[in-house]
């Protein structure tokens, strides 16, 4: 089991940026597979991005080209710098993490979440 903390959410106006960090408890967990998740109201959760336990990232279409999955493995900490923020990005972000260094399982480690707000 591990614990996971984010951090760095707010608001932002529309074309700001933000930058979100994840830190796990137990540091071999930098080594697993560990993804950003959001939920806006009313709408499904969705994955945003992962990055695996060798450094490969996947994001949703709609973040790609502005927000950026990455592991800092000196601070222990995994984040998202997210560029050009739109209304659409506002939501409670979410950091969770599977035991291993694939992104083809469940995730079964989550965060308490940090919320985004974008505001015009």
């Known amino acids: 089991q591990v614990q996971l903390v984010e951090s760095g959410g707010g608001s932002v106006q529309a074309g700001g940026s933000l930058r979100l960090s994840c830190a796990p408890s137990?540091?071999?967990?930098?080594?697993?597979?560990m993804a950003w998740f959001r939920q806006a109201p009313g709408k499904e959760r969705e994955e945003v991005a992962s990055?695996?336990?060798?450094?490969?990232?996947t994001s949703t279409d709609s973040v790609k080209g502005r927000f950026t999955i990455s592991k800092d493995n000196e601070k222990k900490t995994m984040a998202l710098q997210m560029n050009s923020l739109q209304l659409e990005d506002t939501a409670m972000y979410y950091c969770?993490?599977?035991?291993?260094?694939?992104?083809?399982?469940?995730?079964?480690?989550w965060g308490q979440g940090t919320q985004v707000t974008v505001s015009s």
């Open positions: 969770a993490a599977i035991g291993t260094p694939w992104c083809n399982g469940k995730f079964a480690s």
């Open positions: 137990r540091s071999i967990y930098m080594g697993y597979c």
């Open positions: 990055i695996d336990g060798y450094g490969s990232t």
